[in-house]
């Protein structure tokens, strides 16, 4: 059984701070990484996706992937309080199928 | 209408009635999910039908059960539901290409059901 293990939160930064959520997951045989984020009472929003080892930047959102420590991290940077939400990591590793952790919740303080 | 949508928004049933969920997707996708996200769980892949096809049941009750007539429309039926069954059910649907490591899933609103 595939696992995606996140820490549940509330983790909360000031407005313009670095946001650091964190994901691991079990099966070494993943391939591919997602980043979702959830606002209270909507669906999930894709924000990042990573294939390979090392960082994949988009705008604010980096993303960072080290397969051998099964580790995939999300880095914010100048958080905004609109960033507020529960970021959802999931794990790609078959074809059509997506392994979701529980999330994290972020809390940007203006 | 754009992107992934479903209806109805929320549902509120008994536990002897039967009713659908209906998701349309206009991204031109070919593979289509069915999802349940209850209170302090995890999202909980239910079904996945790729090109029409079935090719997940991950151990879903009977009481729940999918249909997907076209590459563009997944309906979830449901008949004698239980209240534990009340949750967040969300469609999404993505572009497979037969290979691995490409899976951008892209989420509709959901329906927001209640069992009483």
């Known amino acids: 059984q595939k696992e995606v293990e996140q820490n549940s939160g509330p983790l909360s930064v000031p407005e313009g701070a670095i946001a650091s959520l964190n994901c691991t997951y079990s099966?070494?045989?993943?391939?591919?990484f997602f980043w979702y984020r959830q606002y209270s009472g909507k669906s999930p929003e894709l924000i990042m996706f990573?294939?390979?080892?090392g960082d994949k930047e988009d705008g604010r959102f980096t993303a960072q992937l080290n397969k051998a420590s099964q580790y995939v991290s999300l880095l914010i940077r100048d958080s905004q309080p609109s960033d507020s939400a529960t970021y959802l990591c999931?794990?790609?590793?078959?074809?059509?199928?997506?392994?979701f952790g529980k999330g994290t919740m972020l809390l940007v303080s203006p | 209408e754009t992107g992934v949508t479903q209806t109805p928004r929320h549902l509120v049933m008994g536990m002897t009635n039967k009713k659908s969920l209906k998701c349309e997707q206009h991204?031109?996708?070919?593979?289509m999910y069915w999802y349940k996200q209850s209170a302090k769980k995890p999202l909980e892949l239910m079904f996945v039908?790729?090109?029409?096809?079935?090719?997940e049941n991950n151990s879903v009750p009977s009481r729940f059960s999918p249909e997907c007539p076209n590459s563009s429309h997944l309906f979830l039926h449901l008949h004698t539901l239980q209240p534990e069954d009340s949750a967040l059910y969300l469609c999404?649907?993505?572009?497979?290409?037969?290979?691995?490591?490409?899976?951008?899933?892209?989420f509709g609103p959901g329906t927001r059901l209640t069992v009483l």
């Open positions: 999404a649907s993505s572009r497979e290409t037969g290979t691995s490591g490409t899976n951008e899933q892209f």
């Open positions: 099966d070494r045989g993943s391939q591919s």
């Open positions: 990573i294939y390979s080892n």
């Open positions: 999931a794990e790609g590793g078959g074809y059509s199928t997506l392994t």
């Open positions: 991204l031109g996708h070919n593979a």
């Open positions: 039908y790729s090109l029409e096809e079935r090719v």
